[in-house]
Each structure stands twice: as C-alpha cells, then as structure tokens.
C-alpha cells in the first residue's frame, strides 16, 4: 500500500488561508498564483479524502476535518522549523534581552521565543513586555539587546524595518456602527492612552472624512481593550495581530487606515551570537505571518 506524506508546502498554504480569512491573500504572501493555491488545496483534499473548508458568505472556513488538520498542519510546520533551527544553531550560549510590545506577547513570537529556549538550553532568554517609548528608550540605553515594536515615530541607530500589515477597524460582532453614522453620532472609540499611535490614526481618519468620535474608554494596555470592545462599549483600531476571534473588522464603513511597519531593533549593530541567532529566528516568524 502506498503511504501518502503530506506536503509541507500545501500545509503552509491551507494554514495561511484560514488565518488570513482569505486564499487570495495566502497567495499574495507567498508571492503565488490564485490557481497554484487551489491546486495546494485541491492536493490536500485528495490526500485526506475529505472536504477542508466550506463556504460562509464571501470566506472560506475550514469544516470540521479541516479544523482537526489545521492544527496538525501548525505542529508539523512548527517542527519543520525547530528541525532547521537544531541543525543550524549548535552550542549557542549567552543571555539575550528581548522587549516586546503586548500585541506581539502572545502567538507567532511566543512561539517562535519558546522553539527557541527548546533548542538553545544553554541560551537564557529575558523577556520584558512594555510600551513603544520604554522599548525604544530601552535599546537606545542597551539595557536590552533587541525589542520588536510597531513602526513609531522615533527610532533607534539599528532599526529594521522586516513587514507591515493593515490596520482595522474593530468592533464587537453586534456593535450597532450604521445607527451612529446614520444618526450623525460620535462614533465611540476605545483606545489605549493619549498618545497612542493606532488613536492618533483613527481619529485622524475620521476627522478628514467629516466622521465625529468620542474617546469612551481608555486603557493603559490592550488586556483593558478587548473586553471594552468584546462588550460593546465602543469600537478600535489596530492590526489583527492578537486581536480575539471574538471580534470583527468594520472597514467596509469606515474610513481606510492603511498599514503600519513592523520593526526590529538592535541596541548595536550586532548582537553576540545567540543574538543574532534569535534575531533571525523572529524576523522570519514575522516575514512568515504578516510580510
């Protein structure tokens, strides 16, 4: 009987498409045809003799064969990598200082910093979860080595720039937008400090296309947002990346907010070899899900 393997590649694609709500977007970012993603798709069905996704209005949504392998497909790319990375990085040591801003604390980074403690034990990795302005100021002071941020307005001497994603309008699935713009009510926004950079866009957006706003609820971090948003108190804006599945984008209504840079910031231009190492291992997770 012949054994059938399944396609990593394939695998890739399928994992994309669900998590972009969109194959036409996967292709995109694999810089891939419309029809070489269905045949990834196709390939998959015919090697798992079942249908993987289903549609529902304009998206395809995985069935429930299709959730069972989506999660067998992220272990196995997973894996695929930690195999890469154990045979690339041998007898790495060291401390590494790493700062996050709290969207990227949860998902592909945590991920990726955990695949990596795994396989470089003699590597200690720490980790510190704070503001833009503490993280820029942080590697400025070389209190630590690299921090990944949202594209701000100040930089550091060693800043790259590795991918961007859209910004979104965010609101609970129920949230009444058409009768405020109906009504020519203040759309109510909830927002993370003053001077946040996502508030300044958004506001920025609605007053150029003659929208009123209202800043109904402020947090000092986004573990204060989501439930504001989940509840209905008012709508945000921000990329997707750690937003709950929860919520939904309202774009279709509202003015568009473009797309913001994701950078990578070292405290010199190189850091000691486990540094660099970890660097590498990032910037790839963020190439690979949202360049």
């Known amino acids: 009987m012949k054994e059938t393997v399944l396609d990593l590649q394939a695998l890739k694609t399928f994992v994309l498409g669900i998590e972009f709500n969109s194959f036409a977007l996967?292709?995109?970012?694999?810089h891939k045809s419309t029809s070489a993603v269905s045949s990834h798709l196709k390939k998959l069905e015919q090697q798992t003799n079942a249908t993987?996704?289903?549609?529902e209005g304009r998206l395809l949504v995985p069935t429930a064969q299709g959730e069972q392998l989506l999660s067998y497909a992220k272990k196995?790319?997973?894996?695929n990598d930690e195999a890469l990375e154990?045979?690339?990085w041998i007898d790495l040591q060291g401390t590494v200082s790493v700062g996050l801003q709290e969207d990227f604390s949860q998902g592909v980074l945590t991920e990726c910093l955990a695949r990596f403690s795994r396989i470089n034990d003699q590597v200690q990795l720490n980790t510190m979860i704070e503001r833009y302005a503490t993280l820029i100021a942080s590697v400025q002071d070389a209190s630590l080595d690299v921090?990944?941020?949202w594209q701000g307005p100040v930089t550091t001497p060693y800043a790259e720039r590795i991918a961007d994603t859209t910004i979104h309008w965010i609101a609970a699935p129920d949230f009444p937008l058409a009768q405020f713009l109906a009504a020519h009510q203040p759309v109510p926004l909830v927002v993370i400090?003053?001077?946040c950079l996502f508030k300044q866009k958004a506001t920025a957006a609605l007053d150029a296309a003659g929208i009123r706003w209202q800043v109904v609820y402020q947090s000092q971090s986004l573990s204060g947002i989501w439930p504001a948003v989940n509840a209905g108190i008012g709508i945000t804006a921000r990329p997707r990346i750690g937003c709950p599945e929860t919520l939904v984008t309202a774009d279709?209504?509202?003015?568009?907010?473009?797309?913001?840079?994701?950078?990578l910031h070292r405290s010199k231009p190189v850091i000691h070899g486990a540094g660099e190492k970890l660097i590498e291992s990032m910037a790839r997770?963020?190439?690979a899900s949202y360049g």
Do not use: F
């Not at 993987?52 to 549609?55: D, E, F, P, W």
């Not at 196995?76 to 894996?79: G, N, R, S």
């Open 252 to 263: 279709e209504t509202l003015p568009d907010l473009g797309r913001i840079g994701i950078q």
């Open 285 to 287: 997770a963020i190439e």
């Open 86 to 88: 154990a045979l690339r």
């Open 52 to 55: 993987l996704v289903r549609k």
């Open 147 to 149: 921090s990944v941020t």
């Open 76 to 79: 196995m790319l997973a894996l």
């Open 26 to 30: 996967a292709a995109k970012h694999q």
């Open 193 to 195: 400090e003053p001077n």
